[in-house]
């Protein structure tokens, strides 16, 4: 592999699927050919001296007001660290601002660079015309671009780039389903889970995920299945509005907020779940779910999911095979579905060991980085 300098905003200790996709692609390149430019976090020095390759942190983006443009911190970064680490390649997480950044740098330094994209970094610019064009620039510039899903690389064609560009890099899926009992078990009785038919969503609490949709389908299901709570795994700005919306359903006793939690305890809150649904949808500033790693995840522990049929979700989602697909404003048919997999026990047991045989079979990340390699070094 050629030395190879890949510059993201999100990356672990960050939490995210973004951060975690990336984390688990670049453990498949050579550490002796990888450096990773990335911002500071909470936990950042303890977590990189874990890594076999070397990891930079630094501000990428300037919040100084007099700093024009705001990736200009990141030029002058990325041309030390070229000529210190003999650099080669450049892989881009983020289209702006970092693919702005890195389009500059390849023009003067005459180095390929790789873009990666994740559906709303693709949607969300579309908006204003000034950052729509930045983003058009930096995607023509780029030597080949990486699509989360075939809905972003459809919306990455829309803009004009050539289909022969682009190549759909689903994330995989590397979750550790050995659960310890005791952790298991003292959420259970935390949360006085036992006997209940849990529910579970694990996402960032924003207006997108759909939470308060299934809040809605829970107050519509209390007669159907009164041993139903929903459980929710995530932290975010939504968190009251979520709140206020179990009271007014009169749900408050149902659901469980869990909050952020770490990756072992994540991983029990899957082993403890009945059924695992996020139903997200597009808001009107095009915000969207690319593809929806959690319902990987999921399926790793051989849980049916429930999805909105929306952005990437029925790429994560194999309708009737994996799980089932609804409309993510319409709570009527989110209830449905929730109560079709509580009603027909065997049916879904199908789904989930589908999507476990799925998730083994075609979601290996060492798949996904021999074929960057690949791509990238051939390109």
């Known amino acids: 592999m050629k030395r190879t300098l890949f510059v993201t905003l999100d990356f672990p200790p960050r939490r995210g699927g973004v951060a975690r996709y990336y984390d ?23 977590w990189d001296a874990k890594q076999s390759y070397k990891i930079i942190r630094a501000k990428l983006v300037s919040r100084i007001p007099w700093i024009w443009p705001r990736w200009l911190p ?21 289209v702006l601002p970092l693919g702005t950044a890195a389009a500059f740098v390849s023009g003067l330094k005459r180095l390929p660079f790789f873009i990666y994209t994740h559906g709303l970094d693709v949607t969300l610019p579309q908006a204003q015309p000034r950052k729509k064009g930045l983003m058009k620039d930096a995607l023509k510039r780029a030597r080949l671009l990486f699509a989360n899903s075939l809905y972003t690389k459809k919306e990455i064609i829309s803009l004009g780039l050539p289909d022969r560009k682009i190549e759909v890099l689903t994330p995989g899926c590397e979750i550790n389903t050995e659960i310890d009992p005791d952790l298991a078990q003292n959420i259970k009785t935390r949360y006085q889970l036992e006997g209940r038919w849990i529910l579970l969503t694990v996402g960032r609490l924003e207006e997108r995920k759909g939470h308060d949709q299934i809040i809605r ?15 929710i795994v995530g932290e975010g700005p939504d968190d009251q509005r979520l709140r206020a919306i179990a ?22 809150w899957y082993s403890l779940a009945s059924v695992f649904i996020m139903v997200p949808r597009v808001l009107a500033n095009r915000d969207v779910e690319g593809f929806g790693i959690v319902y990987l995840e999921a399926g790793a522990f051989a849980l049916p999911v429930i999805g909105g049929r929306s952005g990437g979700v029925s790429e994560a989602i194999l309708e009737r095979e994996t799980g089932l697909l609804v409309d993510p404003y319409n709570v009527h048919e989110i209830a449905g579905a929730i109560g079709r997999l509580h009603e027909e ?18 979601f290996r990340w060492p798949d996904r980085s021999r074929r960057v390699i690949q791509l990238t070094e051939n390109s």
């Open 24 to 46: 688990n692609l670049v453990k498949g390149f050579p550490a002796e050919d990888l450096v990773v430019l990335a911002p500071p976090e909470a936990g950042s020095e303890q």
């Open 74 to 94: 990141t030029v002058f970064l990325l041309l030390r660290i070229i000529d210190e680490e003999k650099i080669q390649s450049i892989h881009v997480g983020q």
């Open 217 to 231: 389908a829970v107050s519509r299901l209390r007669a159907l299945i009164p041993h139903l709570t929903y459980c």
């Open 247 to 268: 009271k007014e359903e009169k749900v408050a006793d149902r659901v469980v907020f869990a909050g952020s939690v770490a990756d072992e305890e994540l991983s029990a």
């Open 345 to 362: 026990p065997d049916f879904a047991t199908k789904l989930g060991q589908k999507g476990k045989e799925r998730v083994r079979r075609d």
